[in-house]
């Protein structure tokens, strides 16, 4: 940082946002805006004159080398801060609200929607709806686009915001407008090939509803969806989650084996082919397809460096990989351990594999043994296999009175992001003292899976 000119002035009573104010909850220390005096309460106004929409405004406002920060004091005295600095130096603040906007909810009504299949009585925040192409870019959620106007790709355009998800479900337009239940769903497809055309990046998904988008119109939509390489990087394709909660919604069945197959053979189909031509696989079919076919997951090339492991594609190859890998490159001390009881717990999807690693494990370390157990989903019903929509109290009751050793280990997915709590509010210490045992949670790569059972960190 070169120079920092510091304008003080008073002028109560101006509101320059329309919407939301940005708070700073966080100075970070030795930052500028530590040396500036900005604290946690002070607003921020403007930035050169401009008033800032967006966690994107701001970021694209202080790239440049001479800035202007106009910031407001709880007082309600502004300073304007004149600051000469590196092109790509921060200010160095955390904001409250961390997209510096409102959140843009869903204004579809899709036929497979997940959150219209939820019970009542969870946690308000649970039932919101996002459809919002910031976090697309922020937090890798997808977005339908029906929300978005000329503007909001322009944007994008303009601040190169990249990589954007887009939930196509099908690229016929009246299908897409049937299936969204908007009647300008099929229309804002457009925008699609102005992002190509602009070569901002982009991945896919379908989810795929049996009798509605699957077979023909599977078929159109991978090949349409070519068109769009190379910066559409990816599309996943789904199977529909159908929950037991779905009294006087659109009528949908659950895939069978046979229709599984039928999936994976056009998807396959489409792989070989894309890959002569561009190189990659394009289009992936999640781990579910390949579990309810009975079919071998495919090799790790296959999956085009996991472009889509939050959509659980290629989740368990790629945990299959690590776990070989931390076996193989485990130090002699593990083979000391002294004999060790513990519980792994897991949803139905996954349990296979988890339950061969298990005993990969204590073929190789004869002093483990440990108990696998997949716990059926009752709180949203059977056919919802994997652990991340598993609840508190489906794995407690299910797990009363079983042998679980002197600890258990969850996959972190089935805790809200960075809380302790699962789904229906049950926290980690309620289930501890249910079972009267030691819970842990593992993180989701082989890596933590051997060390969290061999326990590592204390080797």
Known sequence: MQDITLIKSMSRGRNYMKNVQH??????????????????????????????????????????????????????????????????????VEFENGLMDEYRSCRNKCIFCFIDQMPKGLRDTLYFKDDDSRLSFLQGNYVTLTNMVDDDIERIIRYRLSPINISFHTTNPELRCKMLNNRFAGEVLAYVRRLCDAEITMNGQ??????????????????????????????????????????????????????????????????????????????????????????????????????????GVGMLRLMLEEFQDAMSGLNDKANNQSTAELSLVTGKLAFPYIKQMAETMMQSFPHLNIHVYAITNEFFGELITVSGLLTGQDIIRQLKGKALGERILLPQNVLRSGEDYFLDDITLSDMEKALQVKVDIVKSSGHDFVNAILQCNKL
């Open 23 to 92: 708070i700073i909850k966080t100075v970070y220390p030795d930052s500028i805006a530590e040396e500036l005096g900005i604290e946690a309460g002070d607003v921020l106004l403007k930035i050169n004159d401009n008033e800032i929409v967006d966690i994107f405004d701001y970021q694209y406002l202080m790239q440049d080398e001479y800035v202007e920060v106009l910031v407001r004091k709880p007082s309600g005295e502004e300073w304007l801060l004149e600051i000469d600095k590196e092109y790509d130096e921060e200010l160095g």
């Open 206 to 311: 379908i989810v795929l509803c049996k009798g509605i988008n699957d077979g023909d119109e599977l078929e159109r939509s991978i090949s349409d969806l070519t068109s769009y390489l190379p910066y559409l990087e990816s599309v996943s394709v789904v199977p529909v989650g159908l929950t037991a909660y779905r009294e006087g919604l659109f009528q949908l069945e659950p895939f069978t084996k046979e229709d599984a197959c039928d999936v994976l053979e056009c998807i396959h189909r489409w792989q070989e082919k894309i890959y002569k031509e561009y190189g990659t696989h394009f289009v992936h079919a999640s781990d579910e397809w390949y579990i309810l076919a009975g079919e071998e997951l495919p090799e790790e090339e296959r999956y085009d460096g996991y472009l889509q492991l939050e959509n």
